[in-house]
């Protein structure tokens, strides 16, 4: 079972990135996605999920700047994060909703002011 998250990556405040999460077949057809960020001396928080139908819920931090998306025929899901905050610098990880499977390694995000 493997969970790979990339995309993250050094921008400037008011930039964009976008992060993508392949999941194996029998993990995407069978669960809501979600992505979720960890800062450093926080506790990890739930950003965004997707369910398998394309309904979508976002964390209020995010709302209005970030859009979650999933591909079910690449079995990918997405994260596009526009108007990027300081804030936002944290490891992004994606996981099924609920969270199911050990969480992967997460791609690091960095947003400089």
């Known amino acids: 079972v493997q969970l790979q998250a990339s995309g993250g990556g050094l921008v400037q405040a008011g930039g964009s990135l976008r992060l993508s999460c392949a999941a194996s077949g029998s993990i995407f057809g069978n669960y809501a996605m979600a992505w979720h960020r960890q800062a450093p001396g926080k506790q990890r928080e739930l950003v965004a999920s997707?369910?398998?139908?394309?309904?979508?819920r976002y964390g209020d931090s995010v709302k209005g700047r970030f859009t979650i998306s999933r591909d079910n025929a690449k079995n990918t899901v997405y994260l596009q994060m526009n108007s990027l905050k300081p804030e936002d610098t944290a490891v992004y990880y994606c996981n099924t909703l609920p969270s199911v499977y050990p969480w992967g390694q997460g791609t690091q995000v960095t947003v400089s002011s």
């Open positions: 997707v369910t398998r139908g394309g309904s979508t």
